[in-house]
């Protein structure tokens, strides 16, 4: 098991072990399909095993591995996530979503001269030591928001505040004034499930940032390209100092990326101080993996999005629907093809309101989905996807399965 997450520790029974996929579906070792609603956990927005996008990594194979050297094609794709996304001016390839966040950090702190960072309340950037406090995903899962092994002295630089409540950080500044050298925030947070921004929330971030002259970091590597082609971004119109990027940008390959104003990521190594390496930074074949995907999510943005969006609206209104007519009490929160069915008559604003959810119900009902051939997150506090694999054919058998789960669960009830 080598990411926590798959565990199915909170919703009980063995992990499937996956032999392959294939568009919307995941098959297991003992042939069992499923529509899967993980993709990876957001890389395989097209699907899996996209044709162009295995052809592409088998065209760069061919050409060796890795070169430890600058090659043609992290060029390229810098000149496309520069090109596209104007508010990265340079950007840095590496191979995770956690090292893209870690470093982001480090250079806002070296940039600013300034050791505290804000970070919300179940937002989960990876796990890099000081963003593993009061962290999402599986650390949300799992009881330990704030992992053991993280030196207090480390922790305490780190300032939690609640998402969705701009009085909180307004005080979190006050009460470090001066001391701030980032706010970190997933603009749509997936990590404790799918929580939007309330209406100006983003804006009033950025204004405080600016004021405070502390950078503003966008974590977009589960909403990158996901939610639309310039991800939150794009959708929110606010401009961040930096931001990251994985998942999608690798095509299913290992990736992640940061970048933002160059005069700040002209003080990375070796044009600045700031140090950060990486022996498979802008590997090739991740980086022929991603540029494919990208590409065709670019030239057929339009057809892409509008059809990730009508099959969300589709599901979610589906969803909703069985629930009702059973009168089981749920709350749907979906932006595009992100979403998250939670156990709760609530509105779910925040991790508080998200932690108000029937974990058990949800456990129950994740494992009568996968009887009824449907793979969702393993966890009420994850992020659902959809890809554009996933046809009416997919969504329909999905709410019929979801009707039989909820039937079989009331009724013995
Ligand atoms: P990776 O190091 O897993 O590539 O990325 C970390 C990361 C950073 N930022 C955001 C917003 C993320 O969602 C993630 C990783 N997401 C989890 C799923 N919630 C990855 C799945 C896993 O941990 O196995």
Not at 20 to 25: L, S, T, V
Not at 167 to 188: D, H, M, Q, T, Y
Request: a neutral charge.
């Amino acid at each position: 098991m080598n990411s926590p997450v798959r565990a199915f520790r909170s919703v009980g029974g063995d992990p499937l072990f996956i032999e392959k996929a294939d568009g919307p579906f995941l098959f297991d070792a003992d042939g069992n399909r499923y529509i899967d609603y993980v993709g990876s956990w957001g890389p395989m927005i097209l699907g899996h095993n996209h044709r162009e996008t295995r052809r592409a990594v088998e065209s760069a194979l061919k050409n060796g591995a890795s070169f430890g050297a600058p090659g043609e094609l992290e060029v390229r794709m810098a000149e496309f996530l520069t090109e596209k996304l104007p508010h990265l001016e340079m950007v840095r390839m590496v191979n995770s979503g956690t090292e893209a966040t870690m470093s982001a950090i480090r250079l806002a702190r070296g940039a600013t001269h300034r050791d505290k960072i804000i970070k919300i309340s179940c937002c989960y950037h990876g796990h890099g030591d000081s963003l593993l406090v009061e962290a999402g995903s599986g650390a949300l899962t799992f009881g330990t928001p704030s992992s053991p092994g993280v030196p207090p002295a480390l922790a305490e630089l780190t300032i939690v505040v609640p998402f969705n409540d701009t009085g909180a950080l307004e005080k979190a500044f006050e009460r470090n004034k001066g001391e701030v050298a980032c706010l970190i925030i997933e603009p749509l947070p997936g990590n404790m499930g799918t929580i939007p921004p309330k209406d100006g929330y983003l804006q009033a971030i950025r204004e405080m940032t600016t004021r405070e002259r502390a950078l503003l970091i966008f974590d977009e590597v589960m909403s990158g390209f996901r939610v639309a082609f310039g991800g939150m971004t794009e959708l929110s119109g606010v401009k961040p100092d930096l931001a990251t990027y994985g998942k999608i940008i690798g095509g299913g390959l290992p990736v992640g990326a940061y970048g933002g104003r160059a005069d700040l990521m002209k003080q990375v190594s070796p044009q600045g101080p700031v140090y950060q390496a990486g022996t498979l930074s802008g590997n090739p074949l991740a980086m022929a993996a991603g540029l494919c995907q990208l590409r065709i999510l670019n030239e057929n943005k339009d057809k892409i999005y509008v059809h990730l969006e009508k099959m969300g609206d589709l599901l979610a209104s589906g969803l909703r629907d069985v629930a009702t007519k059973r009168g089981v009490p749920v709350t749907i929160n979906r932006v595009g093809s992100m979403f998250t069915l939670f156990f709760t008559g609530e509105k779910v604003v925040d991790d508080a309101s998200a932690r108000k959810s029937d974990t058990d119900l949800f456990a129950r009902f994740f494992r009568e989905m996968l009887e009824n051939g449907v793979y969702l997150p393993p966890s009420q506090f994850e992020t659902a996807f959809i890809s554009y694999s996933h046809g009416n054919s997919e969504i329909e058998k999905t709410i019929r399965a979801a009707d039989s789960a909820l039937e079989k669960i009331f009724r013995e009830k």
